[in-house]
């Protein structure tokens, strides 16, 4: 790799290209969300403190990371075997089925929240069904756990899905003239490359479902400190006019949004020089 | 497929069977059903009282106002993207990955934060307020508002899919025009852009379904204004959040219809 200078030399457009990318990223992004860290201090670290650690925020908070890791889990579980079937094998309607995973995606959240509680409520097509089981999804934590594990789903599929396509078909054969089973195959071989790129889908899976709001709200019922999640306590805050108090959980899901990442990337780091 | 699979390179049958079957299912479970509620709650009544109800008058300003939204924030996406994704892509530069890390930052924070950082900044008690109020300039409840907020949350999407693709392209075929005498503008509009040209249509089209799709962030941006007499712009905006399912579905159709 030669020298930046010896790059700029060579290429133009450094100069205006950095120079657009950081002013626009400083105005759009980096400017907000420092006017909301500071005044979610406003009244101070004692107020601050006091307005994010209240029973109703903490179990608002609980519940939004506690429910987006646990369906996050499940996403990384179904999208591999989903990915792999995708990928792998032929059936009729394969390509249906591809093009549906990114449904999440193009329907609107708020939408995506009302078909999920049509479907989950006590008279709805599968609530019906469930609801003599004793099993109540709709207007409960479970409600939640379901809308994100729908709106979840396509960032593992995606991310697992070029890795497998890029596997090269020659370390598998090799692994089966060496006289590896199948399943030793899996573990040895594919494993370590699926790894890095399952533990990406799911850092991505657990940060859109931490932030999600328009699916939720519509399935969760939102009973404070039963299923309501810290998103939309923010926006009852900013309705009352609370304007601390919502800067305040804000930027507490920022910070721990943030070590979660952090904890993430560094595990990241590690299964790739493992990988090495 | 040409060639038989061989024992060693392939589940057994009953294996495949069973993964095929359990994604199957899942799809069908998690993805089918809804949106097989979505057609069928939409066309419940017939396809005359769905036709009725995409040209109610609410419906037509509310998905106008969307459209006018999406008609803003692609093309500084798009231009942001390219300018980014050059900078990123064929240079080295200390603090390059910090700078990949701040333009996925949007990614990690929810919609609703990004709407609330807007509101505490240029709301009428937020930082700028009183200065705005000054100029009589409405941002927040106001079409700009909405247009910030969905900016913040679609912001990553066209420089992260450019990125990706022009660091594995790599500079060479830059490199080569360079040396027959191209310049910038020349660079990039003959041998880059032709080579991007579909990560970037695929960016605008991820950025701008989530800028329709988007409720949260702009819900934020807009949602006092039930509660509050806020200027009259405000009632074609909760058209856009409030706008009940079966009005709200027949356009969506259009619109995954014209993803797939």
Redesign the interface.
């Known amino acids: ?1 030669n020298s ?1 200078a010896q ?2 030399r ?5 100069g ?3 120079g ?3 002013t ?2 400083s105005l ?6 420092a ?2 860290l500071l ?1 979610s201090l406003g009244n101070g670290p004692a107020f601050w403190w006091q307005a994010v650690s209240s029973p109703r925020v903490l179990a608002a908070l609980r519940l939004s990371f506690g429910a987006s890791m646990a369906a996050a889990a499940v996403d990384v579980v ?1 999208g591999l ?2 990915a ?3 990928v ?4 009729v309607g394969r390509r249906w ?1 591809d ?14 929240g ?3 509680s ?2 989950y409520a006590g008279n709805g ?2 609530g019906q069904y469930l609801e003599p089981w004793g099993i109540k999804v709709a207007f409960t934590r479970l409600g939640v756990f ?1 809308a994100l ?2 709106v979840a ?1 396509p960032f593992i599929v995606r991310t697992v899905q070029p890795v497998l396509l890029d596997l090269d ?1 020659e370390c ?2 090799a692994a ?1 003239t060496l006289g ?3 399943w030793q ?1 899996f573990r040895q071989v594919l494993w370590p490359s699926l790894a890095p790129a399952l533990l990406t889908g799911f850092t ?1 899976a657990l ?2 479902a ?5 699916s939720v709200i519509f399935i969760a019922g939102n009973l404070p400190r039963v299923s309501e999640i ?3 306590l ?2 009852i805050k ?2 009352q ?1 609370d ?1 601390v108090g ?2 305040a959980i ?1 930027s507490a ?2 910070l721990l ?2 070590v979660l ?1 952090l904890v993430l990337n560094l595990l990241q780091r590690r299964l790739q020089r493992v990988q090495r | ?1 040409s060639r038989q699979p ?1 024992r ?5 049958p009953w ?2 069977a069973l ?2 079957s ?3 299912a ?2 069908g479970l ?6 097989i ?2 057609f069928t ?1 939409a066309l419940r009544n017939g396809v005359l009282p769905y036709l009725a109800a995409i040209r109610e008058p609410d419906a037509v300003s509310a998905l106008l106002l969307s459209l006018k939204i999406v008609a803003i924030v692609v093309p500084i996406n798009v231009t ?1 993207g390219i ?2 994704a ?3 892509a ?4 200390p603090g390059r990955s910090l ?1 990949v890390s ?2 996925d ?10 709407g ?6 240029l ?1 009428s ?3 700028m307020g009183p200065l705005l109020q000054d100029w009589d300039i409405q941002i927040i409840f106001a079409l700009p508002g909405m247009v ?1 907020a969905t ?2 949350v679609t ?1 990553p999407f066209v420089a992260r899919e450019l990125i990706a693709l022009m660091e594995q392209q790599g ?1 060479d075929e ?2 080569a025009a ?1 040396t027959l005498g191209a ?2 503008w020349q ?2 509009l003959r041998v880059t852009l032709p080579n991007i040209k579909w990560a970037l249509l695929y960016g605008a089209l ?1 950025s701008a ?2 800028a ?5 962030a702009v ?2 941006v807009s ?2 204004c039930a ?1 509050t007499p806020t200027p009259c712009r405000c009632r074609s905006k909760s058209c856009t ?1 409030n706008i009940n ?1 079966r009005q ?2 027949p356009w ?1 159709r259009c ?2 219809c014209l ?2």
Do not use: H
């Not at chain 1, 093009?99 to 995506?112: E, H, K, R, S, Y």
């Not at chain 2, 930052?105 to 990004?114: E, G, N, Q, T, Y």
């Not at chain 2, 329709?212 to 949260?216: I, K, P, S, T």
């Open positions: 790799m930046l790059q700029r060579t290429l133009p457009g450094f205006l290209a950095m657009v990318t950081i626009y990223l759009i992004v980096l400017l907000p969300l006017t909301m005044s179904f075997i989903i792999w079937v995708l792998r094998y032929r059936f089925f093009a549906l995973i990114d449904l999440p995606f193009a329907l609107p959240t708020a939408v995506a009302i078909t999920l049509a479907l097509w599968l379901v594990v729908f789903l078909k598998e054969e089966a590896a089973s199948r195959t991505m940060a859109r931490v932030g999600e709001y328009g810290a998103p939309l923010i926006t900013l309705e006019y304007y919502a800067a804000g899901m920022l949004s943030f990442l | 497929m061989q060693a390179l392939t589940e057994g294996v495949r993964l095929i359990v994604a199957l899942f799809i998690f993805l089918l059903l809804p949106l509620v979505v709650e942001f300018f980014a050059w900078a990123i064929k240079f080295r530069f700078l701040l333009i930052l949007p990614f990690a924070v929810s919609p609703v934060i990004s609330l950082v807007y509101v505490l900044l709301g008690r937020g930082v910030l900016l913040f912001f500079n830059e490199y360079r310049g910038g660079i990039f991820l379904a989530r329709l799709g988007e409720f949260g819900s934020v949602a006092m509660a959040t399912f709200r579905s969506r619109w995954l993803r797939w």
